[in-house]
């Protein structure tokens, strides 16, 4: 950056840039293409001063980038492929762009996820009270719940339920701690809670509440018995939810046997699928698939698997209707369609992050590692962008920030630099 500004104001800008970033993860499209723009135009200022900051972390992102392009040489759909490179391009842009920041300390993301954090409550209590008035027209609950919570801007529950669970964690585990905000933190993260219990997504309201219980647990064990007491109330919460559409959903995961999905030889369009049983079966095409053409090495293409999948269903007569939907799991995906080194590149890429939360003793990049370890096991998250953007900055923001010593992390408050009236030092 420019000589001209002072530290402050770097991380002040640098601070916004990551908060934008987030911001835009659930807006329209248009919205996330302009705050990409932002991260751009402060690395074009540090491209101007001539300074590179190199992290082990951004070369992992860029190789899965460049495996995608090599894809191009035996996709089974170029054109698809090509529009897919397109979709994927943040795994390449946002790692240039943090390679010409100026390193800067934890405090940097830790105000820049507030500031999302704060936008996605707003956000949050917005989608109920448009939910409350729905209700009253409708008559019922379930506007509520899931899918019809956020069928706005093009929102996905699953999606939007990721973005919830990291902001809990976040008010949970890092902006709790700090004096004088446990207020403030209880109010956000509580709002975050409750929102991601209406989106009803099991396996991340799940990896979420174990997360966090057993990081309460491990750094606070004189308080243990208390974070027993909340766990009791919250398992006594659920059991009150079982009586609503949130519980009648969950209740409905258990009505097919699984075991069907992998061994039936033949369904009809009445078949009863559940998101577990049509996970296990695209498990099974997934399997059979890439054995049959033995694709294992290569994959099909970036983008270019959905024929093979809709080939795999015909072939047991699974309703069309399903037909466009991919694999439901990140891992599966990635192996479709760049083979297993593509899968070990998405495998390598969340051990980055796990890795250094755990060098650095950091419970919320730790926490945020498995919370995607977990949500991929179900989801595509980053062949979609808004899981991609959401994904990517959060990674970046957490391996790149510097520790300002050898010891492990220390929750400092945002606030300390303007008390002591002194700049940060950052660690050249």
């Known amino acids: 950056m420019s000589r001209s500004l002072s530290h402050s104001t770097q991380n002040e800008i640098m601070s916004w840039a990551i908060g934008l970033v987030l911001i835009s993860v659930p807006m329209p499209y248009t919205f996330s293409s302009i705050a990409l723009a932002v991260l751009g135009a402060v690395a074009l200022m540090g491209m101007g001063h001539r300074q590179i900051h190199w992290r082990p972390s951004y070369l992992w992102p860029m190789l899965l980038f460049g495996l995608i392009v090599l894809s191009l040489f035996w996709t089974q759909d170029l054109g698809k492929s090509l529009r897919g490179i397109g979709r994927q391009l943040p795994l390449l842009v946002m790692p240039l762009s943090f390679l010409f920041w100026p390193k800067f300390d934890q405090k940097v993301w830790h105000k820049g996820v507030f500031i999302g954090g704060l936008a996605g409550a707003l956000l949050a209590l917005f989608a109920v009270a448009r939910a409350a008035l729905r209700s009253v027209g409708q008559g019922d609950y379930s506007p509520f719940f899931y899918h019809e919570l956020v069928d706005f801007w093009e929102l996905n529950a699953i999606y939007v339920s990721a973005v919830s669970a990291t902001y809990v964690l976040f008010f949970w585990l890092v902006y709790a701690p700090e004096k004088g905000r446990s207020r403030r933190a209880l109010i956000l993260g509580g709002i975050h809670l409750g929102f991601l219990i209406l989106l009803s997504s099991k396996n991340i309201i799940l990896t979420t509440l174990l997360i966090g219980f057993v990081a309460k647990a491990y750094t606070h064990r004189k308080r243990l018995k208390r974070l027993i007491l909340i ?3 919250g398992v006594a919460a659920v059991v009150a939810l079982s ?17 069907d999905a992998w061994t039936c030889e033949g369904f009809t369009d009445i078949y009863p699928w559940t998101g577990t049983t049509l996970r296990v079966f695209f498990t099974r095409v997934f399997v059979e698939q890439l054995s049959e053409d033995q694709a294992w090495l290569t994959g099909y293409g ?26 439901h799991n990140q891992y599966w995906q990635t192996i479709f369609e760049l083979g297993l080194i ?14 250094a939360g755990v060098k650095r003793r950091d419970w919320f990049q730790l926490g945020f590692a498995l919370l995607m370890v977990a949500l991929m096991v ?40 303007a008390k002591t009236n002194k700049p940060p030092q950052i660690t050249p």
């Not at 559409?245 to 969950?250: I, M, S, T, V």
């Not at 989801?379 to 520790?403: C, K, P």
Request: aromatic letters at 12%.
């Open 302 to 327: 970036i983008n270019a698997g959905q024929a093979k999948i809709a080939q795999g269903q015909n072939r047991y007569f699974v309703y069309c209707g399903y037909n466009t939907y991919n694999l």
């Open 231 to 233: 766990a009791v109330v």
């Open 378 to 417: 179900t989801e595509t998250y980053l062949w979609r962008q808004r899981g991609l953007i959401h994904f990517m900055i959060l990674y970046l923001a957490l391996t790149a920030a510097v520790n300002l010593n050898s010891e492990p992390l220390q929750i400092q408050s945002l606030s300390s630099r």
């Open 342 to 355: 593509g899968g070990v590149l998405l495998v390598v890429l969340l051990l980055q992050l796990a890795r």
């Open 243 to 259: 009586q609503t559409p949130w519980g009648a959903r969950w209740a409905q995961q258990q009505s097919t046997p699984i075991a």
